[in-house]
């Protein structure tokens, strides 16, 4: 008789959604962010395309450690609507453009990690604004990819997004190639995504809390145990059975 071996139990791998940091540094950046992803998800909103904020891009099936949180990704050729997370191999794309909204304690991850890490993904353009001037003097910087390599853009335009870029005091002003004009936050959707986003901090914070005060409760368990077994050993040693014994 042949022996036959149960087949090996497949584990679902888990993908997280957040990892209970704060959006960004400061107000300012934060700020940055969201009206950059209200005006661009309004000049995207006819195409196949969404912008997506502070949201896990998983890029290697199988290895959840692998991913990157850019503050803003704009992707083509996807179905519109929101996303818990973002996993390359399930959609069938990567990001078209990436803006991160750095500061001096960022600055040598946005500029040496995440460059990198964009440039092998062949993401074609990577953006860097410095809202309040920290490190980048212009404040705003970006990389076109050209053969694999990641190239500085010298004339401000965003080619996969046909917008021209322009620091507007701590925010990105874009204005439409076309037409010149610029893109609009509309001051409603910039209050509704704030309050989005703070209702999302808050959860995150609570279950921070929740996660500690678990873990203190664990640690607390593992010292009363701990000290039950010393004070066994110590009346064993006095000749003293614990269990009252014998």
Known sequence: MVATHPAPEITEIFYPSSDGEPLAETSVHVDAIIHAVVALRE?????????????????????????????????????????????????????AVIFEMTSEGTRNQDQDYKKTLYEQMEVKEYWLFDPKGEWIPEQLRGYRLQDEQYQPITDSRSEPLQLRLQVDNTLIGFYREDTGEKLLAPSELVAALQKEVQARQDLEKQLAQEQQRTEDERQRADRAETQVRELMERLRLLGVDPNGEG
Do not use: C, H
């Open 43 to 95: 000049y995207l909103k006819p195409q196949q395309a969404i912008v997506l904020a502070d949201q896990y891009l998983y890029y290697a099936q199988g290895f959840p450690k692998l991913r990157v949180a850019p503050d803003v990704m704009v992707i083509w050729n996807v179905s519109p609507g929101p996303r818990d997370n973002f996993k390359t191999w399930e959609e069938g794309s990567i990001p």
